[in-house]
């Protein structure tokens, strides 16, 4: 056979082209097999060596910015921008799994203020010269549990900062070398050949795939045992998941509200249904089976994700063991995670993970050494990745690369929501920023969207489906008749009553420089602060039910300071957009923060940005900002004018007007 291949690479961190990006181009003629994976070989140096490149300037650029942020920021920076807490005091509070935990908290008993750690986060603890590791445990308005890798004494003084830790970047690194070496040929085909642009990739991704089974299920048969497995899912929904089960490599869309995890955590108990079916008790029996079986290893970008499959998995009755540290994991599912089971059955954890039909962990927690102990590998079929479209494509290969004899890949996601985080304006240029599934929608793969939407009334879905899902996705009629039988809060003057939709505009209220790249605007933190204030009074909603978002830290840090002087019972949450994607609160409020001459957005301007900041509100959404800077990019114009069409926009709002508070709703 004679054929032609094209191979176009952006290297722009090869040693050839240390400068900049190069498309190097050429075409190759050759017969047979032989000539065929000569190809191939080149096609995986290529890729590997340009991802790691990418993977490289990433890690060199964290840790340039970890070191700088020990050594030239300023305390007063670094809380602004809520990346360390000052002034803790420690005392001891129990153990967790043998490590020691310390409760920190403000000498006088006081909410904490605006930071960013969460349950899971790496963190150091020092105090004069000691400098203790550990991860957070618990996180409360007033306190963090932090399990620690050694006591500490109890006593004030103490400071909590990020930790920078190389494991991530050794995994991924890893998983790189691994997939073009060790992964099963078909899947290394499909994510190789698709970056380089090799021959008939798509035929490949699209063919049949037998995963845990045998042979690939019919058609029929993965839809009875989507079914068999849950009862809970929609047309749509039903279909993503039985089309996935019968795919080699599958794309699922899940746009705001419309269940990803829940598809997800479907198709993983499907196709241990699947298994099941075709496999004899007497089979299962054998002392053979738990080394012979195939088993699905679950991921998600992040802890939070992670747990929350998990969580869908357990409810679904499939018997899943989470691979991590246990601090990582939400209190209520610590009893599934690997060390709690060894810990309460008394037996190895190669023994609990041999039994599990599911193995359950973050994207790059699916390098943990754990799952590589054993004298013969854990088997894998399947490999199913929740929220994939927020992981880099080297986060996304450790799964792959543990799985290494997996023949199915299942990417869930949305490349409409916000990207993986890159450091580096290097490597985000030259394409870390891009997710595996972001690249396989770009190349042409089909996609599987899930097309109703559970969680927002119809009007706050209305331009998200619009703008950025061609107007297909459509609001659940039972959740459209709960939103609409319930009015806009009191404590606000909605522009138009029965629509719990308001565009506020603030004027005379210019931007101001935060710490670093950040940005402050003081009179969207204090009209912020008295809408607040006035929901809360009115009583439909309470602090707990309202979510601020902004794009930028440090409005995050002044909206929370300022918060703390309201004299409110409870605090509500304060998060950047980017914090917040895959979470909903009853009302959002939206602080847009950029007001300038020159129009000026930065990032602001990302359409994924504004996406999920405008679809985290379940009942009513409120949004701040300057209309005349916002419509100098044409995504936050169409919102703009989307408010003005239905009368959703507020009277403006003067930073000096003493009568804003008739606007807000006194």
């Known amino acids: 056979m004679v054929w032609w291949w094209l191979v176009i690479v952006v290297g722009a961190f090869q040693s050839s082209t240390p400068k900049g990006a ?107 010269a000691v400098v203790v590791e550990g991860a ?164 998600a970008a992040s802890n939070v994700a992670t747990d929350n499959l998990l969580e869908r998995l357990l409810e679904l009755g499939v018997d899943a063991v989470r691979v991590g540290h246990p601090a990582s994991t939400r209190p209520a599912l610590r009893n599934a995670t690997l060390d709690a089971r060894a810990r309460r059955l008394g037996v190895s954890r190669r023994r609990i993970l041999g039994d599990a039909d599911v193995v359950v962990a973050s994207c790059v927690g699916a390098g943990h050494a754990v799952l590589d102990e054993h004298d013969e590998p854990l088997c894998f079929g399947l490999v199913v990745v929740d929220e994939a479209s927020q992981a880099t494509e080297p986060a996304c290969l450790v799964p792959v690369a543990t799985a290494s004899g997996a023949s199915q890949l299942v990417l869930v996601g949305d490349h409409n929501q916000l990207p993986p985080t890159v450091v580096s304006r290097a490597a985000h240029r030259g394409g870390l920023g891009t997710s595996l599934f972001a690249r396989l929608v770009a190349g042409g793969l089909g996609t599987s969207l899930l097309s109703r939407q559970y969680r927002m009334h119809p009007t706050l879905n209305a331009y998200s489906s619009t703008r950025f899902y061609a107007s297909r996705v459509l609001t659940d009629p039972l959740v459209e008749r709960q939103r609409r039988s319930v009015p806009p809060p009191r404590g606000f003057d909605w522009p138009t009553p029965h629509e719990p939709l308001a565009f506020v505009p603030i004027i005379a209220s210019p931007e101001r420089q935060g710490s670093g790249d950040s940005y402050v605007n003081d009179g969207e933190v204090a009209a912020v602060v008295r809408t607040v204030v006035n929901l809360a009074a009115a009583g439909d909603v309470g602090p707990d039910d309202i979510g601020i978002v902004t794009p930028y830290a440090a409005q995050a840090r002044a909206i929370a300071d300022a ?4 004299n409110l019972i409870t605090l509500p949450e304060v998060a950047t957009v980017d914090a917040y994607q895959g979470r909903e609160k009853d009302v959002i409020i939206i602080s847009t923060v950029r007001s300038n001459r020159d129009q000026t957005l930065g990032f602001l301007a990302d359409f994924r940005r504004l996406n999920v900041a405008l679809t985290r509100a379940r009942h009513a959404l409120i949004c701040f900002g300057d209309a005349h800077t916002l419509r100098a990019d044409r995504h936050w114009a169409a919102f703009v004018t989307f408010c003005d069409d239905l009368d959703c926009r507020c009277p403006p709002l003067d930073d000096d007007d003493d009568d804003d508070g008739a606007v807000l709703g006194r």
């Not at 045998?214 to 089309?243: N, Y």
């Not at 918060?563 to 309201?566: D, K, S, T, V």
């Open 22 to 128: 190069q498309v190097c181009c050429w075409a190759k003629r050759g017969r047979g097999r032989a000539s065929k994976r000569v190809m191939e070989a080149q096609g995986e140096q290529l890729y590997s060596s340009h991802l790691r490149g990418l993977l490289r300037e990433e890690r060199e650029t964290e840790e340039a910015a970890a070191k700088e942020r020990i050594e030239r920021w300023s305390r007063r920076r670094l809380a602004e921008l809520g990346l360390a807490l000052l002034e803790l005091e420690a005392r001891k509070k129990g153990a967790f799994f043998g490590r020691p935990v310390a409760r920190l908290r403000r000498s006088d008993g006081e909410a904490l203020p605006f930071h960013r750690f969460g349950t899971g986060d790496l963190v150091a603890l020092s105090r004069k």
């Open 563 to 566: 918060l703390l002087f309201a």
């Open 136 to 299: 957070v445990l618990e996180r409360g308005a007033a306190h963090l549990d932090v399990v620690l890798a050694q006591a500490v004494e109890p006593s004030r003084g103490y400071r909590l900062d990020q930790y920078y830790s190389a494991t991530s970047y050794e995994r991924m690194d890893s998983a790189i070398d691994a997939v073009v070496d060790e992964v099963a040929l078909e899947l290394r085909r499909v994510v190789v050949q698709s970056f380089v642009g090799g021959p008939a990739w798509l035929d490949l991704a699209n063919e049949p795939a037998a995963g845990l089974c045998r042979r690939a299920p019919s058609e029929a048969a993965a839809r009875r045992a989507v079914a068999r497995a849950t009862d809970a899912l929609d047309g749509a929904q039903r279909e993503a998941a039985a089309r996935a089960l019968r795919r080699r490599v599958s794309l699922i869309v899940g746009p705001p509200g419309t269940g990803k995890t829940r598809v997800a955590a479907a198709v993983v108990a499907a196709a241990v249904r699947l298994r099941d079916a075709e496999t004899s008790k007497r089979e299962r029996a054998l002392p053979s089976a738990n080394r012979l079986k195939k088993r699905v290893l679950a991921c």
